[in-house]
């Protein structure tokens, strides 16, 4: 039995922390909220033992999540992605939450790719791992503007402020944890990078690589340097770590433009993820 929730972190600051303990002091979950510095939904993560789920311990932990963020004038909670059909998706209906963005997830065998990099003109490529070159930071942080409008459907999300100091940030998280960023850009006549693409590998080159992000800036779209741009890192990737055997992405499903080109490199479909959100009254 949940006796009490217990704020772990300052409720007013940036990523809030609660626990649920039970009348014998066990911790039975935690909730944290991820305040956006843009506005817009926080991200919300409930995590609850698995001995201790349907008991109501993750209903009270949102609840202090919700107070939390009603209090602040945030537009809704933004959950994490839940598998279609799982126990997940259950807590989030039954908790009066909406869904507002369905993902596929796909993978691509690398033993089989059989793709073609197709140079575009006007364009050169280069790649880098870990830590942008600080030659190319400044033109990076500009070109992040490219995932500004990705399809979030009907999700209260906020475009990312990014900075070089914010990219710095990154890949030293990455790399903490043992992995290795791997950043594909393409750079137009003007020395600007017009496109970029990422994937993070495990520190020893073995398994299956994670795609971050693929972006490409408006004004330079219709060119097809998505396409060049992931073919090209795939390549690049195959031949540095030859232990490595697939990549995996996720994609809005309204976002047709990268389907079709995951699609035409070779990406098969292994499952379906929803987002579930919660809007308050401001």
């Known amino acids: 039995m949940v006796t009490r929730i217990n704020a772990l972190t300052d409720p007013s600051g940036d990523n809030p922390v609660w626990i649920a303990e039970g009348d014998d002091g066990r911790p039975l979950g935690t909730a944290r909220l991820f305040i956006p510095a843009g506005g817009g939904a926080a991200d919300l993560r409930i995590t609850v033992h698995p001995a201790e789920r349907r008991t109501g311990v993750g209903t009270r932990l949102l609840h202090a999540a919700v107070g939390s963020a009603t209090e602040r004038g945030l537009p809704g909670l933004l959950g994490p992605a839940v598998e279609e059909g799982s126990a997940g998706e259950s807590f989030c209906v039954a908790s009066g939450m909406r869904r507002v963005l369905a993902l596929t997830y796909t993978r691509l065998d690398l033993a089989v ?76 006549a003007d020395g600007e990078i017009a496109g970029f693409t990422e994937v993070v590998v495990a520190g020893d080159g073995a398994g299956d690589g994670q795609h971050y992000g693929t972006g490409v800036l408006p004004e330079h779209r219709g060119r097809g340097l998505a396409r060049w741009l992931k073919a090209a890192q795939i390549e690049e990737i195959r031949a540095r770590f030859p232990k490595l055997e697939g990549l995996l992405a996720d994609t809005a499903d309204s976002n047709t433009v990268m389907r079709r080109v995951n699609d035409a490199l070779g990406y098969r479909p292994t499952h379906r993820s929803l987002l579930y959100q919660i809007d308050l009254p401001r």
Do not use: C, K, N, Q
């Open 113 to 188: 790719f059989r793709g073609e990099a197709g140079a575009v003109d006007g364009y050169r490529l280069v790649h880098w791992a870990g830590a942008v070159p600080d030659e190319l930071a400044g033109t990076y942080a500009r070109s992040r503007r490219a995932m500004d409008d990705m399809p979030m459907d009907d999700a209260a999300w906020t475009p990312d402020v990014w900075d070089v100091e914010r990219l710095h940030r990154v890949a030293a998280a990455v790399a903490e944890r043992g992995e290795i960023l791997l950043t594909t850009a393409a750079i137009g």
